[in-house]
Each structure stands twice: as structure tokens, then as C-alpha cells.
């Protein structure tokens, strides 16, 4: 078994991967924390204001909620990419030494088991030149009639 190394980047790494949960489950509670404060905005506005004066800073109440619930949900969800992907690579870091280590080892082991090898003079490569095509022009028969093409064009008659 191969020591672990590195306990606190792993640390750290693990840490990085809580806060980002933390951030997640933070950011939708403050979101509906922020709708919910914006509609309680428009209910208290409108129990204390007789019946229908206030209704525009009612509406601007519901919006200021929703719109800083988004803002929210943004934020939270940002600082959770952030976080695990930084958790991510740190395990990815961490991964990639222990790979190599193991891959070290084996290398090493590999080499005390073989024998060592003795260098073998090169050995010149005959040179093969590539034979000639063989081509074959059969005889003309003088029975055969003879077909010839003009290459210049008949005079027109």
C-alpha cells in the first residue's frame, strides 16, 4: 500500500467541497428568505395603509424581493462552481502525484528484475534496388490492317 501524502491539501480540498454545499444550501435559503421579505413588504405596506393607496411601493417591494433573489440564487450558485471546482482540482493535483509516484515504483522494479542488456552492433541493411518492369510489345502481324488516327482534321469534301 502507497503512503497518502499531502493530508492537508486532502484537507483543504474537502473543506473547499463543504463550503461549497454550504454556499448552495445558503444561497436558496436566502433567496426564498429574500421573496419572502418582499412579500411580507407588500403585506405589512398593505395592512397599514387603508385599502388601495401604496400599492406602487407594494409592487416596488415584491420586486426589490425577487430581484435580489435572483441576484442571490446567482451568487450562491457561482460561489458553488467555484468552490467544488477548486476542491476538484485540488484532488486532481494530488491524484496525478500519486499516479506518478506508483508509476515510479513500477518503473524501478522493472528495471532491477531484467538483466542487462547488451548492445548489439547495427547490422547494415542490404540495399535492394527495385527490379525492372518487364514490358512486352508483341510483334505486328502484317495480315492485320493498320488503324492510324489523324491528328490533324480531313479536309471537308
Known sequence: MIKKKYRALRFVAFICQVLAWVA???GILGAIGAVIAGLTGYISMQALENLN????????SVVAGIASAIGIIVFGVISFIV???SAEYLYVLIDTEQNTRIS????????????????????AAP?????PMALSYREA???????????TPLPKE
Open 83 to 85: 468552490l467544488l471546482a
Open 104 to 123: 515510479a515504483d513500477y518503473l524501478r522494479q522493472l528495471l532491477q528484475t531484467q538483466q542487462p542488456v547488451q548492445p548489439v552492433a547495427p547490422v
Open 127 to 131: 540495399q535492394v534496388m527495385p527490379a
Open 53 to 60: 393607496r401604496g400599492n406602487s411601493a407594494a409592487f416596488a
Open 24 to 26: 448552495l444550501v445558503l
Open 141 to 151: 502481324d502484317p495480315s492485320e490492317p493498320t488503324v492510324t488516327t489523324p491528328t
